[in-house]
């Protein structure tokens, strides 16, 4: 039933939706939230300071943990209304994280996660000669263990959009196969590709595709369909053209590229991310770059600066062994080198 808590609640979701799509649908708070919210609040439990000093056996912190799972175990749903209506509910669960307090003083000092230090331990703070040190513990830090990280991830999954658009936050491995059917709709697609490159530093700018890539690569690994595989492909090469287009007025290459390839330890998923244009040129040249490309002379040109500087970075090698891994799930014809004599060799389908 409407209360007015509830209905600040259910407001403040919409708003959450307002920065995603033009039109958010209305969100009402029912069981599926009362469910995914509650799995929160045992995860919460599960990582306050305290929670080891309330004698917590294991047999009880059992209990709590099968209770989350219990709650997050809503059924997938690929009803746009329901993902926005979950990602509204989880948008800031990534963000979870906790302040910590160290104070010194002449005579000892004394930790407070999470909480603010006693004003007595404050006073005379020149004559005591107090020095207070602040710390944030992350949401990794926060959820340890293989039996919290089971519970996140059961949570996670039911709500892909916030997967796709917390990326960036270092949340559970993606499993495309749960999320693609969004990049099927042009308008959350399109918040999803924005919200995905909204830094200026190279390294925070290519996290979140470095990481939709190696999520792809263990896609690659599994038996998914031919036009989910084409969905998320056709989606990497619209982000590649994203970030050759934030470059159309450059004119020698590019220092994202530069900076990012020829780190001494790249992110896992970047090499297959910048692969991938140049391997579905081999494999099926009509998802190897943006639709329209030709179009826009400088922006087609950007694009082909981007492709040789990456190919110059990674080296056939790479390009060759993703087109293969592709090949198995696209059905594509190998395009061959030509031969010294200037004539194309002969090709066959794998």
């Known amino acids: 039933h409407a209360t007015v808590p509830l209905v600040a609640i259910d407001e403040a979701r919409e708003q959450v939706l307002a920065d995603i799509v033009v039109n958010p649908p209305p969100c009402l708070f029912a069981e599926d939230e009362l469910n995914l919210a509650a799995c929160v609040h045992n995860l919460l439990f599960l990582a306050h300071p305290d929670a080891e000093n309330w004698s917590l056996t294991s047999t009880a912190r059992a ?3 099968a209770s989350a799972q219990a709650f997050a175990a809503r059924p997938r749903s690929v009803n746009r209304r329901r993902v926005m209506a979950r990602h509204a509910l989880l948008h800031g669960f990534f963000h979870i994280g906790r302040r910590d ?7 000892g000092s004394a930790s407070f996660q ?3 230090p006693p004003t007595r331990l404050l006073r005379w703070s020149d004559l005591r000669r107090v020095s207070r ?6 949401f990794r830090e926060l959820f340890q263990g293989a039996d919290v990280a089971a519970v996140v991830v059961a949570l996670v999954r039911r ?13 559970p491995h993606l499993h495309w196969e749960d999320a693609v059917f969004l990049l099927r709709d042009a308008e959350l697609a399109r918040a999803i590709s924005y919200t995905s490159l909204r830094a200026r530093d190279p390294f925070a700018l290519t996290e979140a595709p470095a990481r939709f890539a190696a999520s792809f690569e263990q896609m690659l690994e599994r038996t998914p369909s031919e036009a989910d595989v084409r969905s998320v492909a056709a989606f990497l090469v619209h982000l590649n053209g994203l970030l050759a287009f934030q470059e159309i007025g450059v004119r020698e290459k590019s220092p994202i590229l530069a900076t990012v390839l020829s780190a001494n330890q790249r992110a896992r998923g970047l090499a297959s991310f910048f692969a ?5 040129e081999l494999v099926d040249p009509r998802l190897a770059a943006p639709p329209g490309l030709d179009s826009h002379e400088g922006f087609a040109y950007r694009y082909r600066v981007h492709r040789a500087q990456a190919a110059e970075y990674l080296g056939e090698g790479v390009i060759e062994g ?3 891994r592709l090949r198995r799930h696209l059905g594509g014809v190998l395009k061959s080198a030509p031969t ?4 194309a060799p002969a090709q066959s389908a794998s």
Do not use: F, M, Y
């Open 63 to 65: 209990k709590v943990i």
């Open 276 to 280: 991938l244009p140049a391997a579905l």
């Open 159 to 171: 709500s892909p959009l916030s997967q796709l658009l917390l990326a960036k936050n270092q949340g």
């Open 101 to 107: 307090v160290k104070l010194h003083w002449w005579t």
């Open 114 to 116: 999470g909480q603010e």
């Open 340 to 343: 010294p004599d200037g004539n």
């Open 133 to 138: 040190e602040e710390s944030r513990a992350g």
């Open 322 to 324: 993703l087109a293969e």
